[in-house]
């Protein structure tokens, strides 16, 4: 990854942030560049989905600079937050209305979108209540991927999916990512989900205050086999003290 100002897709600069006087941010300090993933992990609480909320713009800074090079972004969220009411392919479309497409280049649009997170055509016209949860999800990875983002938020996206599925759909967001070159910041509690997706992973200190550490992952996504992931895993835990905590809970801090 070249390391020129101009590679940055996303720069973080002292952001930090507080609720109610409660300080849950600060000093942070992250890019993410052209075409990378960078997964973001640390302690439950320790503030990375409200990092991701001020990155996207859902949330102010109290502190701090964001700098957003990229064209468009979307977000995909731990639950697939589609409208009940219509189909799939409405809910894909959806995000092709808002971002002004014309229509008559939604139906193309929209099958392209759903091929890349591997949907069947033939489900289009199911409602979200006749489809199972990972087919949701699909739905709503279809739906970020609609716009043609150049950089895409992934908050906790697989947490609720079984193991089998969730595997599925990391290898789905891979493949996605080195066809279209999109550039995203992946938050997940799940180091081997990481260490799978990633190509850098930043670790927030487990008190908020700041990065505890960022370590580029060798090779590239999808690459990487099973024992190479786990041992990278194994290493971080056991060796590297920037996941010293990465278990830790604060019930008492807001994620």
Same mark, same amino acid.
């Given at each position: ?35 990378? +993933? %960078? ?12 990092? $991701? ?32 009411? %219509? ?13 002004? +497409? ?7 649009? +929209? #099958? ?27 739905? $709503? ?10 950089? +895409? ?23 996605? =990512? ?23 992973? %930043?670790?927030?200190?487990? =008190?908020?205050?700041?990065? =505890?550490?960022?370590?580029?992952? #060798? ?13 990278? %895993? ?22």
């Amino acid at each position: 990854m070249s390391a020129h100002p101009s590679a940055k897709r996303l720069e973080l600069r002292r952001l930090g942030h507080a609720f109610f006087g409660r300080t849950v941010l600060e000093d942070i300090w992250l890019t993410v560049e052209s075409g990378e +993933i %960078v997964a973001l992990v640390g302690p439950s609480g320790c503030g990375k989905s409200t990092l $991701a909320q001020i990155a996207a713009g859902l949330v102010e800074p109290r502190e701090g600079e964001v700098i957003r090079r990229y064209a468009n972004h979307a977000m995909v969220f731990q639950e697939p937050r589609l409208l009940p009411w %219509v189909t799939a392919r409405d809910n894909i479309g959806f995000s092709l209305r808002l971002a002004g +497409i014309p229509r008559r280049q939604r139906a193309s649009r +929209i #099958a392209e979108a759903a091929a890349l997170a591997q949907f069947e055509p033939d489900d289009l016209g199911k409602y979200p209540s006749e489809l199972s949860g990972g087919m949701r999800q699909r739905v $709503a990875i279809a739906r970020a991927l609609a716009p043609r983002p150049d950089f +895409i938020y992934f908050d906790e996206p697989f947490t609720a999916l079984d193991v089998a599925l969730k595997r599925r759909m990391q290898d789905l967001v891979i493949a996605a =990512a080195q066809q279209t070159q999109f550039a995203a910041l992946f938050i997940t509690h799940d180091l081997m989900e990481a260490v799978r997706i990633a190509h850098r992973i %930043v670790v927030l200190d487990h =008190a908020g205050h700041g990065v =505890a550490g960022e370590r580029a992952i #060798a090779g590239a996504p999808g690459t990487r086999d099973d024992a190479t992931a786990f041992q990278t %895993v194994q290493a971080m835990l056991r060796h590297d003290p920037a996941f010293a905590h990465i278990h830790d809970v604060d019930e008492r801090r807001r994620a």
